[in-house]
């Protein structure tokens, strides 16, 4: 079994930062592509970036130059750095870990991301 734990949430005003966190845990030797995926209210989850275990980015248009994915595999974490954080980036943001061939798929509980003043 294997679980991924998100950390970092909050409230932020516009304009503001955050970093958010993501351990995994469990019986597994690597986890291939790790990510981050949002839902807002009433929206479909979707994908805001992702790094392959040899770092290889993706990210969102959306987000392109103000989030910033990064992973340390020693720790099985990954984390995303959020700046110039924005009204519509309210969501919850999950993290997610799989495999390249689709062979595992993890999520995690979700932490909530609130940017308002």
């Known amino acids: 079994q294997v679980q991924l734990v998100e950390s970092g949430g909050g409230l932020v005003q516009p304009g503001g930062s955050l970093r958010l966190s993501c351990a995994a845990s469990g019986s597994f030797f690597s986890i291939d592509v790790m990510g981050w995926y949002r839902q807002a209210p009433g929206k479909l989850r979707e994908p805001v970036a992702q790094?392959?275990?040899?770092?290889?980015?993706y990210y969102a248009d959306s987000v392109k130059g103000r989030f910033t994915i990064s992973r340390d595999n020693a720790k099985n974490t990954v984390y995303l750095q959020m700046t110039s954080l924005k009204p519509e980036d309210t969501a919850v943001y999950y993290c997610?870990?799989?495999?390249?061939?689709?062979?595992?798929?993890?999520w995690g509980q979700g932490t909530q991301v609130t940017v308002s003043s």
């Open positions: 997610r870990g799989w495999g390249r061939w689709d062979d595992y798929d993890y």
């Open positions: 790094i392959t275990s040899g770092g290889t980015t």
